[in-house]
Each structure stands twice: as C-alpha cells, then as structure tokens.
C-alpha cells in the first residue's frame, strides 16, 4: 500500500435505491411521487433563460426561501435550502453535533444517519424501538449530543404524534433535535409550529416526495434564527452554492401551487389507504404508514424470493438485507393503475 493510500479516508457509504433504465417498468422503490411536478415548474421551465446560468446563483437561495417562508408562514431568517434534505442533514450534523456525548436516533430508521456519523466523527448510540416498531420518547430522556428522528420513520411509515415530539424536546433542552420530515405531508403533522417554542429544534422537510422533484434535488430546513444562521456559517465555510438557478427557480414555482400539492397528495393518500385494505386481505401485515409507503411482511412468503420474483416482473419494491428488515418489502405507493398491477401479480403470486 503506498503512503497516499493510507490517507484515504475510509468510509462506508450509503446505498440509495437502484435506478433502473427503461420505460416499462414499475417503480416503486425509491419513494418518488407517481405524478409529476405542478405544471407551474413546467411553465416556469419552458420560461427559463439560459443566461441567468451564465452568472453565479444567488448565494442567499433568496427567491427559494422567500417562496417557502410566505407559503409555511415564518420568516426568511429561519429557512435554509440545501441539494435534497440530504444536503441539508449532512450540513445538520456538521453543524450541531459536535459534542462528546453520543447523539441518538432509532435503531430501525433511514439508513444515512450513521453514515454521516461516520463520515463526521459523531460518536452515537441507537435506540431500540417498542415491539411495534414505535419510537418511545421516555427513551431519549438520557445524556446525549444531539436526537434525530425522522416521522415518520423510515422504513416503517410510522408517525409518532406531535405531543410525543414534544415529549422529547421537552427533556432536551440541551440538545438539537432534529425531525427529518421527509414524508410528513402524506398525513403526519408537522413540528413546525414547534420551532419559536424551542430553539433547539430543527425541521427538515423535501421536495422529494410531496413536491414530486426528486430529480430536482431540493430540501429544505426550518428553525430559530440561531439553527438556521449556525448552518449558514457551515454552508459558507463549505460550498456558497448549493443551489443552482434552475433548482431556485422552478423549487419557488412549485410551492406557490398550493392546489396541486394539496390535490396529487389526496391522490396518494386515498391510494396507500385502499392498498392496505387488498394488502390485509392477501395476508400481508405492515405498520400503519402515513407515509408515501407501506412498510410489509408476509407470513407464508419469504420477502427476498417476492422482491426477486417481483424484479423478473419489472416491478421494483425496495428490500433491504438486514436482520429484521429482510421480512419486509417497503413498497412505494405509485398510481392507482401501478398499484392494480402489482396486486394482480400479488394474487397470482400467493394463489389466490
Ligand atoms: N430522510 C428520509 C427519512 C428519507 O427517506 C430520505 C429519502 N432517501 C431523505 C431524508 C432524503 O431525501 P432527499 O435528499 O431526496 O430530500
């Protein structure tokens, strides 16, 4: 091994969901919204001028977290943009876990969290969830340098009331907590109100899934002036631009269609609720998801030769090959047309 190859940091790094190539395909594996963005992002695309690319983008992101902070109704000082709510956590940890106590999250939750302990040298302990896979508050009542959760969580779709979020701020006043609110639009309620009570709390939330721009990567966190101008500094201490003008623009357009959010997200809700029910029927048992995915198992089928034989179909689901999750399949919620699909190869699957 020569001496540079040492100095090479070692990492182990997540591992998104597979992006298959082709058109006739189902995807239901990467939580991505079936309908496409508001048709206010196509005009304002079709309206785009390639000389705004030729300057630098706005550093501030001002024309996007202005469109936020009219839309949530909280000032421009405590929104902060970043490429995907990804972007926005990693600047999170770096920000504010910097402490010699272990920050905690839940053992069953998004699988970047340790990754972006490892990566920044956080030192953290997971914290077991209840038989049925709920997050207990009374569990974070310990020392620790920072608490991160996502709600609902992931893989399990479980959302943990707005009291209990409290609960947990309530006991740490010495901590940031972060609520990654990822799917929290598909029937959650957010913690937002939250934010001018404790200063110590952070809300991220994307455009990802309710906002149907995964490809757009955009994210985005609410919180005191403290939170948000602490992750500023980081963010000029790491790269000024973030956000590219495309992003800014047609991220600002999106938000200002409250009716098409409001609609596509009905949609969605009114399609996970009727999968539960056929789900049930074929013997499959999941949590209770309010997210834009349903977390299930079935007793008499082994998850991985479903997930393979699923694949031949050209139907993706997302299976992970760890101890407990390797019984259960996270199916993203896709459109009613996708979802028959799925059920019919289901029914023959399961001879039924
Ligand atoms: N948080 C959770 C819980 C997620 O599942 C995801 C999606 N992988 C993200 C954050 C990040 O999403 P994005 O970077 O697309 O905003």
């Known amino acids: 091994m020569s001496v540079w190859e ?6 182990e790094p997540y591992v998104p969901g597979e992006q298959p190539a082709g058109k006739n395909l189902i995807k239901l594996n990467t939580n991505e919204n079936p ?5 206010k992002v196509e005009e304002a695309l079709k309206n785009m001028d390639p000389e705004a690319f030729r300057k630098y983008p706005d550093p501030a992101s001002s ?26 956590l990693a600047m999170a940890f770096m920000t504010f876990f910097n402490g010699e ?3 905690l999250f ?12 490892g990566l920044f040298g956080v030192p953290y302990e997971t914290v077991p969830l209840d038989g049925e896979f709920r997050i207990r508050p009374e569990d974070y009542r310990r020392q620790n340098g920072g608490i ?12 943990l009331p707005l009291d209990q979020v409290e609960e947990i701020l309530k006991n740490n006043p010495d901590s940031v907590v972060i609520v990654d609110e990822a799917y929290v639009d598909f029937g959650g309620t957010s913690a937002l109100p939250l934010i001018d009570q404790y200063e110590n709390l952070l809300v991220v939330q994307t455009f990802s899934k309710s906002r149907s721009m995964a490809g757009m990567r955009i994210g985005y966190a609410f919180g005191s002036r403290k939170l948000i101008s602490a992750m500023e500094n980081v963010k000029y201490s790491y790269n000024s631009y973030t956000m590219n003008q495309a ?13 098409y959010f409001r609609d596509t997200l009905g949609r969605i809700i009114r399609t996970r609720e009727e999968t539960k029910v056929w789900l049930k029927e074929l013997g499959f048992s999941f949590p209770d998801s309010m997210a834009n995915f349903i977390f299930a198992s079935h007793e008499k089928a082994d998850a991985e030769e479903l997930y393979q034989a699923l694949k031949k179909e050209r139907i993706y689901v997302r299976y992970f090959k760890k101890p407990v999750l390797d019984r259960y399949l996270r199916i993203t919620i896709g459109t009613d047309q996708e979802m028959a699909a799925l059920h019919d190869f289901l029914k023959r699957y399961l001879g039924r």
């Open 35 to 39: 309908y496409p963005p508001s048709p």
């Open 6 to 11: 040492k100095y090479i940091r070692q990492v």
């Open 101 to 103: 106590h272990p920050i």
């Open 106 to 117: 839940p053992d069953i939750t998004y699988s970047f969290y340790p990754v972006w302990a």
């Open 247 to 259: 992003a800014l623009c047609l991220g600002a357009a999106a938000v200002e269609d409250t009716a």
């Open 148 to 159: 991160i959760f996502p709600n609902p969580n992931a893989p399990t779709g479980l959302f």
């Open 63 to 88: 024309v996007l977290t202005g469109a936020l902070a009219r839309c949530y109704g909280v000032d421009p000082s405590q929104v902060f943009v970043g490429v995907g709510s990804d972007d926005v």
